[in-house]
């Protein structure tokens, strides 16, 4: 069982318009309602491959209610953390041009109480976990080292880790050295502090990465370009075919659960399977069609299946080996 972590729960609206004018009323032809976040459309998606996984959230208030809900008719087995402050809500406009513009509430505070009921949760279960996925932001008063305090406990119980948040209690979590970590190419600049305009000064980057954090897995994604993935000796990148995105918010959370599913399938410790060529490949390929996927849905996270096997065939892959 995958234990996902993404604590920030968001009870998501998607608007369809004809077109947004500033300053004037705006009428919506159209409204979509579905629970998201980066923590449950990973689960989601990872339905889609029929993986076994939990998502450990915070929920508050009668939108908290409502987001539980939609997520247990989706499936999704969930393990939440209630709070007094209320769970966001979301919106996307999707205008007629296909122009997407995304207005995303603030998240409500935890208490020190309800931050500490919430790692225990998650410290619990992973005694039963195959891997651990932290996505997405920390939620406003939890402590820098929350997430670095999983990747801790992960750790400690050779469950392998998979990062996908960047600001500070992600880079904090790095730290504490998760197997895989997924950020984009303007995080990998930061982060590192060297160019990653050429794939030779990429590479550069993710040694930096993998020597400073014993990283074993370095993943950049870039959105509608595809994805590029690094093991210390092999370099993948994957570019998906061109389609008319419908909406892209949770393409990203997707690409990490395609990996997650194509990882899980091989047999044996992943710390032993890193290194392998045609897995790094599988994984990010298969990354890179359930992003695509889902980008071709209305809804964040709900990927169709039919539609998933279509994209998989015009997935180009390219491979380096790295000396």
């Known amino acids: 069982m995958i234990v996902v972590v993404g604590r920030n729960s968001t009870w998501q609206k998607t608007y369809r318009c004809g077109s947004v004018a500033r300053g004037e009323v705006n009428r919506i032809d159209e409204v979509i309602e579905s629970p998201a976040g980066k923590g449950s459309n990973v689960c989601r998606a990872l339905g889609v491959y029929d993986v076994a996984c939990e998502l450990h959230a915070y929920i508050g208030g009668p939108t908290g209610d409502k987001f539980a809900s939609a997520c247990e008719l989706d499936g999704i087995r969930s393990r939440f953390t209630r709070i007094a402050g209320e769970t966001r809500v979301c919106v996307t406009l999707i205008e007629a041009d296909a122009t997407v513009t995304e207005l995303v509430e603030p998240a409500p505070p935890v208490t020190d ?3 500490r009921d919430a790692e225990a949760l998650t410290l619990g279960a992973l005694d039963s976990a195959s891997m651990l996925a932290i996505c997405g932001t920390a939620m406003t008063g939890e402590s820098e080292d929350c997430y670095r305090t999983l990747v801790r406990g992960a ?3 050779n469950v392998p880790v998979v990062l996908d948040s960047y600001r ?4 904090r979590a790095l730290e504490a050295g998760p197997d895989i970590v997924k950020i984009n190419r303007d995080e990998l600049a ?3 502090g060297l160019p990653v305009d050429t794939e030779t000064s990429r590479i550069a980057a993710y040694r930096d990465l993998i020597e400073r954090f014993g990283v074993l897995w370095a993943v950049i994604t870039n959105g509608k370009d595809g994805a590029e993935a690094f093991n210390g000796r092999t370099l993948v990148h994957v ?3 061109a389609v008319a995105a419908v909406n892209p918010i949770g393409s990203g959370d997707s690409v990490t659960a395609g990996m997650l599913a194509r990882i899980l399938e091989t047999e044996g410790k ?3 399977r890193y290194r392998d060529a045609d897995l790094l490949r599988a994984a990010l390929a298969e990354g890179v069609a359930a992003g695509t996927a889902n980008c071709l849905s209305e809804k964040p996270g709900y990927i169709d299946r039919t ?3 279509k994209v998989r065939s015009g997935i180009v892959v390219e491979q380096h080996d790295i000396a």
């Open 270 to 272: 992943f710390s032993d």
């Open 307 to 309: 539609t998933l096997t």
């Open 113 to 115: 109480d309800e931050s």
């Open 155 to 157: 750790k400690d119980r």
């Open 190 to 192: 930061e982060l590192t």
């Open 168 to 171: 500070r209690h992600g880079r």
């Open 239 to 241: 570019r998906p075919p």
